[in-house]
């Protein structure tokens, strides 16, 4: 259920991230190696990019319908709390299982 999705996402933060409030550049380029070989069947490098960049593309298209850009002049929040990382984690990985 939920509970348990959101329990796996915590401990694959707490890996991921080494216990830190945030992932390094090291650490996010893992991830998303990890992210591209679970995902993909082969091992070619073209599978991977082919992949990464339609993940990216749904990623960024689920953020923009969560946290619409600022109208020119006004601050930019960034979406970058814990829930909202989350919320965009499950709906990105909706999208992946819907492929």
């Not at 991830?31 to 992949?51: K, N, P």
């Amino acid at each position: 259920g939920e509970d348990a999705d959101a329990n796996v996402l915590e401990e694959n933060w707490t890996v991921d991230s080494k216990g830190k409030p945030a992932l390094d550049a090291e650490g996010f380029f893992e991830a998303i190696f990890e992210l591209a070989d679970i995902w993909c069947e082969g091992v070619l490098a073209a599978e991977y990019v082919e992949f990464l960049n339609r993940t990216l593309w749904d990623a960024y298209q689920i953020l923009a319908q969560l946290a619409p850009m600022p109208d020119e002049g006004q601050p930019a929040d960034s979406p970058t709390d814990s829930k909202t990382l989350a919320k965009v984690a499950k709906q990105v990985a909706g999208e992946i299982k819907d492929l």
